[in-house]
């Protein structure tokens, strides 16, 4: 029953922005992705002290300002997205070189049973801290916790990072952004139809909850309604992989010939290691 719960299509403020809530999160990475080249082209290697700065001011000002807590988007979504594309920067601008180094070692060794424990607990913190801290402002802190588990995976040093390499989780993670843009679209037009087939049988598929004090309709909690959401997780898989080859070759066609030639004429160049100076 708890894992219907998590699945539920609600009809809350962000519901109501647009046809399909999560897209939201592309103009609000947009603009990030332009805010951070302009950084980085003005302050050059002291580009990570403003990184710092939006690190900081952003979670402060989510704190102040914010009625929503972290679940926020068509009001305070960019600084939400400055919060954690910031800390991601960070992360990337001080550890990568290590990180890269760290993990050629461990991947060639094998897993380590200390970093399989490591592993282990840090998925324990993510269930515990998202379980808890959804609905208050502890949720705020989720950037700098999953900042935290981006550090300890990225050095791909136990076995679930092991299981996470394998062909299928590869190809889940390949797929994992265009999930996101399509499975609340995919979902809502499966409860349409188990809608439907619930007037006509009555098989009890979808039922009426209430989701974060807004009223909801989502899958039901008898085994038909977990067989229905199974059928939506493969539906929103598929649908996923559709659109991420879509996207892919239509993109491909205008964006690698300019990336080749860039890459080209910087492949000769040494690396500026910009962290370090």
Same mark, same amino acid.
């Given at each position: 029953m708890a894992a219907n719960l998590l699945l539920l299509q609600g009809v809350g403020f962000e519901d109501r922005l647009?046809?399909?809530?999560?897209? *939201?999160?592309?103009?609000?990475e947009f603009f990030a992705y332009l805010l951070f080249a302009g950084v980085v082209f003005v302050a050059g290697a002291r580009a990570w002290i403003w990184f710092v700065a939006a690190a900081v001011t952003a979670p402060l000002f989510l704190l102040g300002f914010s009625t929503h807590h972290m679940d926020v988007s068509y009001d305070f979504g960019f600084i939400r997205c =400055?919060?954690? #594309?910031?800390?991601?920067? @960070?992360?990337?601008?001080?550890?990568? /070189?290590?990180?890269? $180094?760290?993990?050629?070692?461990?991947?060639?060794?094998?897993?380590? &049973?200390? *970093?399989t424990l490591a592993e282990i607990v840090m998925v324990a913190v993510?269930?515990? #801290? !998202?379980?808890?801290?959804? /609905?208050?402002d502890a949720g705020i802190a989720a950037p700098l916790v999953f900042a935290l588990a981006l550090f300890l995976f990225a050095h791909e040093g136990g076995w679930i990072s092991a299981l996470?390499?394998?062909?299928? +989780? &590869?190809? @889940?993670?390949?797929?994992?952004?265009?999930?996101? +843009? !399509?499975?609340? #679209?995919?979902?809502?037009? @499966?409860?349409? !139809?188990?809608? &439907?087939?619930?007037?006509?049988?009555?098989?009890? =598929?979808? $039922? /009426?909850?209430?989701?974060?004090?807004?009223? %909801?309709?989502? #899958?039901?909690?008898? *085994?038909? $309604?977990?067989?229905?959401?199974?059928? +939506? =997780?493969?539906?929103?898989?598929a649908a996923s992989w559709v659109t991420w080859h879509l996207g892919r070759? %239509?993109?491909?066609?205008?964006?690698?010939?300019? !990336?080749?030639?860039?890459?080209t004429h910087i492949a000769g160049q040494p690396r500026v290691h910009v962290a370090q100076k």
């Open positions: 647009t046809w399909n809530a999560p897209s *939201w999160s592309i103009s609000a =400055l919060y954690g #594309f910031s800390l991601g920067a @960070l992360l990337a601008w001080f550890q990568h /070189d290590s990180i890269a $180094g760290a993990r050629q070692v461990l991947v060639a060794n094998g897993p380590r &049973l200390s *970093w993510i269930v515990l #801290f !998202v379980s808890l801290a959804g /609905d208050n996470l390499r394998t062909p299928f +989780m &590869l190809t @889940l993670g390949a797929l994992s952004y265009s999930i996101y +843009m !399509v499975h609340i #679209f995919v979902q809502a037009r @499966l409860i349409n !139809v188990a809608g &439907l087939v619930e007037r006509k049988l009555g098989l009890g =598929l979808i $039922g /009426d909850i209430v989701l974060r004090g807004e009223p %909801a309709t989502g #899958f039901g909690a008898s *085994w038909t $309604g977990t067989v229905t959401i199974v059928v +939506m =997780l493969a539906a929103t898989i070759n %239509a993109c491909n066609g205008l964006v690698s010939p300019v !990336v080749e030639a860039h890459l």
